[in-house]
């Protein structure tokens, strides 16, 4: 989690806010995929 806000902050820091925004769905992106597998799996 200190990783996401740390890459977020970055680009806000260098004028690229969007960046961390795409970052940040692609990762809850794959929160999802991880809770559908375990789910299945279960």
Same mark, same amino acid.
């Given at each position: 989690?200190?990783?996401?806000?740390?890459?977020?902050?970055? #680009?806000?820091?260098?004028?690229?806010?969007?960046?961390?925004? &795409? &970052?940040?769905?692609?990762? &809850?992106?794959?929160?999802?995929?991880?809770? #559908?597998?375990?789910?299945?799996?279960?």
């Amino acid at each position: 989690m200190t990783d996401k806000v740390s890459t977020m902050a970055k #680009d806000a820091n260098t004028g690229e806010p969007n960046a961390g925004v &795409r &970052r940040m769905s692609l990762n &809850r992106g794959d929160v999802f995929k991880a809770f #559908d597998e375990r789910i299945s799996n279960s």
